[in-house]
């Protein structure tokens, strides 16, 4: 007799038409429907804080000195940051593994939990706008010409971003907020006469502390960030 498994019973298969399908699963999300928000730090052209993120220190004195000129700046940068970054990816979640060997078996128990990079693709507009603040952010951590950096301390050159999941119907149903976000590459653009038809392109690796699910008030969030 073969396994048993839900929905399955001496390994006939079940009697379930497509429609049966259909009307289980509902809908299924799409790839191509997300958001990306970056914060920038306060020591990049006055900082712009990702919405729903909570700022950092040097953020947080920007934001109760900033002036309303200043303030639409912000949200400028913020915008052209989401527009132009055309891929990104739903953080993975990996714990490590202990091996405990006994008598010829071996026990595997739950070890630290550890964060990979976070990489996006961003669009290259004309006029290098968002590459220059990504340039900016990584030449105020390490100086191109000499080995200084611009913050006093490790919070004023961290920052964070937001990824949103939406559904069909334009509604938000998962977001991710990755914290204390750096710049550790920023890739080449690749030039070429014959590359015709195709806007330029490049990627962005950040390092992350940690993330966690965003208090985005969104029904697949049930923990508050």
Do not use: H
Request: proline fraction near 5%.
């Amino acid at each position: 007799m073969a396994d048993k498994y839900p929905g399955q019973t001496e390994g006939k298969m079940v009697n379930a038409p497509i429609l049966d399908f259909r009307n289980r699963i509902g809908d299924l999300a799409r790839p191509n429907l997300f958001q990306v928000e970056i914060g920038f730090p306060g020591i990049v052209d006055e900082g712009t804080p990702a919405s729903g993120a909570t700022p950092g220190s040097q953020e947080k004195r920007q934001q109760e000195t900033a002036g309303a000129s200043q303030a639409g700046s912000s949200a400028s940068s913020g915008s052209l940051a989401t527009f132009l970054v055309k891929a990104a990816n739903i953080p993975a979640s990996t714990v490590g593994v202990i091996e405990v060997p006994y008598r010829g078996r071996t026990l595997k128990i739950a070890g630290d939990r550890t964060f990979e990079p976070w990489t996006i693709t961003v669009l290259n507009d004309k006029g290098f706008a968002l590459r220059s603040k990504f340039e900016e952010w990584s030449t105020k951590i390490q100086n191109l010409q000499q080995n200084l950096q611009t913050p006093r301390n490790i919070s004023e050159y961290q920052s964070s971003a937001l990824v949103r999941q939406y559904d069909r119907q334009g509604g938000v149903v998962r977001s991710y907020q990755f914290v204390g976000i750096w710049p550790s590459n920023v890739s080449a653009i690749d030039l070429a006469w014959d590359s015709n038809d195709t806007p330029e392109e490049y990627t962005v690796e950040f390092q992350v502390q940690y993330w966690t699910y965003a208090n985005d008030n969104n029904a697949g969030n049930a923990v508050d960030a």
